[in-house]
């Protein structure tokens, strides 16, 4: 897998927008980024993925550059459910197993 | 459509012990797979299995096995037990493949080894 690197950790406040960013710049042309999270003690669930251009979900929608070495995925209005580690994950293809890096803890505060 | 479920969702066990848990896939998915959690090493992939056969392992000793039934429900079991096998095991269920096939995760079995 494309490495990423994901900051450790990030506030947002409640119903505000919250922006986690991603560097994936090693990703290659049909490498797809992928967003999963974590409540805590829960198994990750799938948020949304995307190859070049944006996509939005009703979860959330996730940004890509151009040069596609970074993107953000976006949770438009955050509440305190949203609270979580969100992982960014770039497979390789459909026949590697995911590589779950530390993620993003990310703390929605009322 | 049900999800991902796995059984018990709590389990003690003693060193020495073995231990089997149990996942039933969503509905018409044919791969299994199977991640360790614990807080110093995070998620980590135990093995996949597609169609009853093992396709895919991570680096975990041999005391980690599992298997798959033709109902593409799995079972992995833990020989042994070592302390530090005390983690969240989580199974996730997918139409055909990892990576790039959507995973569903389960709520995980916790697992304790006093």
């Known amino acids: 897998d494309a490495k990423t690197t994901q900051p450790t950790s990030m506030d947002c406040a409640e119903g505000r927008a919250a922006n986690l960013p991603c560097n994936h710049s090693t990703i290659s042309g049909n490498e797809y980024v992928y967003w999963y999270r974590q409540i805590h003690s829960q198994g990750p669930q799938y948020i949304i993925h995307?190859?070049?251009n944006n996509e939005t979900n009703e979860m959330a929608s996730l940004i890509i550059t151009e040069d596609r070495k970074s993107s953000t995925l976006i949770l438009p209005h955050a509440t305190l459910r949203d609270t979580a580690v969100y992982y960014c994950i770039v497979p390789q293809n459909r026949n590697t197993p995911l590589v779950f890096g530390k993620g993003t803890r990310l703390s929605v505060i009322a | 459509k049900a999800g991902v479920t796995q059984t018990p969702r709590y389990l003690i066990k003693t060193r020495g012990q073995q231990v089997t848990l149990s996942c039933s896939p969503i509905s018409g998915h044919r791969s299994v797979s199977w991640y360790q959690q614990t807080p110093g090493q995070g998620l980590q992939f135990l093995f996949e299995?597609?169609?009853?056969?093992?396709?895919n392992k991570g680096n975990f000793p041999g005391r980690f096995s599992g298997r798959q039934f033709s109902n593409s429900r799995s079972e992995m079991n833990v020989s042994t037990l070592e302390l530090g096998d005390s983690a969240l095991y989580l199974c996730?269920?997918?139409?055909?493949?990892?990576?790039?096939?959507?995973?569903?995760f389960g709520p995980g079995t916790r697992l304790t080894v006093l």
């Open positions: 995307g190859l070049k």
């Open positions: 299995y597609f169609s009853e056969t093992q396709r």
């Open positions: 996730a269920s997918s139409s055909v493949g990892q990576g790039t096939d959507t995973q569903y």
